[in-house]
């Protein structure tokens, strides 16, 4: 696997900033409690709020089990003006439209799943306000690096309808890092040498798609620098709100 980003146990704040930067005071975790890594992932993200003085708590939610109006309802007698969501982006529309059903109106909605703007289309209004990170440039952003990657998918890859799709723009980066631990692995590569260059690599941000990182410095550490998109008033297409924000990693 030719991928630079880490699975590391490491938290940040910069998802907790994000969020205090609205306004929020009070969050809740929205965790898929069948997947250990998730659940995990969450609890970082529990750690970044409350190291931005968002006071942040957990609650498990399975689609099909649990039921959404009773989650959202639960969520607005409580007083959660923050939801974080790990679930599937129509659970969360769902929730998010039984709350706004109860009279709440969280003033910060951040997803880690969904940026695909069809998606947003097909759930409608509801889905107003939700902002997901990326650690990518995002598409609305434009620039250089972007209009060299959609070049590349309409040469390469004619058969997608758009490349403006989020996994194509992953699979884009890990080729092109792939590319690059080739390129310096010398003329006759072996596994060896491509990990071993590749390691010593000080300053890739591929191709200006990502923040530039250190593989040599940061090998296996968490990224802090991340770009936020919100769905738009109508929730028909997303606006970048923030185009590159850091953080720093939060001590065990």
């Known amino acids: 696997m030719f991928s630079f980003v880490s699975s590391a146990e490491s938290a940040i704040d910069t998802f907790g900033t994000y969020v205090r930067q609205s306004g929020g005071t009070k969050a809740v975790m929205l965790i898929q409690p ?3 890594a998730v659940a995990s992932f969450g609890d970082k993200v529990i750690r970044s709020m409350r190291a931005a003085g968002v006071e942040a708590t957990g609650l498990a939610y399975t689609e099909g089990v649990d039921d959404p109006a009773t989650t959202g309802r639960r969520l607005a007698a409580e007083g959660t003006d923050v939801v974080l969501s790990l679930l599937d982006a129509r659970s969360l529309a769902e929730i998010l439209g039984a709350m706004r059903s109860a009279g709440a109106a969280p003033k910060s909605t951040l997803s880690f799943t969904g940026y695909d703007t069809g998606l947003l289309r097909q759930l409608g209004p509801v889905m107003a306000g939700v902002s997901i990170p990326l650690y990518f440039l995002p598409f609305e952003a434009g620039g250089p690096p972007l209009e060299e990657y959609r070049n590349a998918v309409h040469r390469y890859a004619p058969q997608l309808s758009s490349p403006d799709q989020e996994f194509a723009l992953r699979s884009y980066i890990e080729t092109d890092l792939f590319l690059r631990g080739l390129a310096d692995a010398g003329t006759c590569p072996t596994r060896a040498s ?3 260059n590749l390691h010593n690599v000080s300053n890739y941000n ?4 990502i923040a530039p990182i250190s593989i040599r ?3 296996g550490r968490q990224q802090t620098c ?3 998109v919100r769905a738009n008033a109508a929730a028909t297409a997303f606006e ?3 185009k590159q924000l850091c953080g720093k ?4």
């Open 194 to 196: 491509f990990i071993r």
């Open 226 to 228: 991340y770009a936020f």
């Open 206 to 209: 591929a191709r200006g798609l």
């Open 34 to 36: 069948l997947s250990g």
């Open 240 to 242: 970048v709100t923030q």
């Open 249 to 252: 990693v939060l001590p065990d």
């Open 217 to 219: 410095d940061d090998f």
